[in-house]
């Protein structure tokens, strides 16, 4: 019995490995960076996305897939940003995986994009399992959650390399010690980059822009070197 | 290949059938009312059963299994309230199954216990796919997380007998209306009893120790009568 349930894995988990590299080749092909955008339901993605379509929105081509069990309200708000979008359905799936990221980049298509996010199902647990071949993998812990969410969900903070502290302007009728916060995630993952945010207000979104734009034009000059 | 999968798909999902079911002859064997109480991280699944534990601690001995991906933080402070309790850890595992809660509840031990709490991880998609075999299924939307997330997250919504609103006291600085989540909620399960509390003020928690006590009582009627 047990060596059937292990040779079902092995192979799924060669198949999504198989899909990862097919997503970096595929993103690289066209220098279009893609961003894993994670986290909990209600940390603010879709709002952090809208922020960052704002300020990269003029320099940049981007690209949004929006990844929701169900529903597409997501997917109407970007697109009235006036950006190229596609929503996924994971049919009841707690998560992306890079085959289901392979078919939705196919399906969107990425030529002409500069930068692409994959606002994932809002999940603290899972998609932290599944590299999707991301060139950056950004987490939102949102202030209403609380600084102790290193402790109890180590994976995300662990993977991410970027951490956004979203809903920074609530921060007065929450008990969230950024510090605390910090050196949480910092025992886990030390080179975590670290950017206190707030989408209602636009604090931090400069910080943001520049990581992605640094990332951006990184993968570009690779591109151009072929 | 294929049949592989399936057959064993249809092992584990006959086995937890079994479990769930054991959990429900335990828990009639003692007259013992279990609630499963599920929600995003951060929602305030800790807060919320530290308040019933005040409200309800008196009348009823009261047992509380912590679930989390890592940490005993939730176990810590559940046993400074005085209630017995038990960390479960789930290794990585982004929910709980009716057989890990059937390991608890031998772990813990129900006799004498009149009603016991599983907190589940906290997620607002896995946990709805299991089945524990629990009298009540709780599930607690906090307001930052926002009145859309029945729209988005429909499977927790649609099993859970029981919807707590929580955080009602920050509702003047999030943009949640109370009318939106509740009729959104009832699209998808109109039965559910929709409570909105904050467990910060202890405002609505009457109303949440009223439906326990009647569900305890029944249960107790039963296992008299047998």
Known sequence: MDYQIIETKERLKADLEAAARGNRALTAAHGCV???LMGSPGAGKTSVLLRLVEALGREYAIGVMEADVDSDVDAKTMAAAGVRVIQL???GLCHMDADMTARGLAAMGVEGLDLVFLENV???VCPAEFEVGADLRMMILSVPEGDDKPL???LMFTISDVLLINKTDVMPVFDFDLAKAEARA???NPAVRFVPVSAKTGEGFD???ALL???VEKKKVRHEDH
Request: glycine share 4%.
């Open 34 to 36: 893609l961003v894993n």
């Open 89 to 91: 359905h994971t049919a």
């Open 122 to 124: 809002g999940n603290l």
């Open 152 to 154: 109890k969900y180590p």
């Open 186 to 188: 910092r025992a886990l």
């Open 207 to 209: 910080a943001v822009a």
């Open 213 to 215: 734009r640094e990332a």
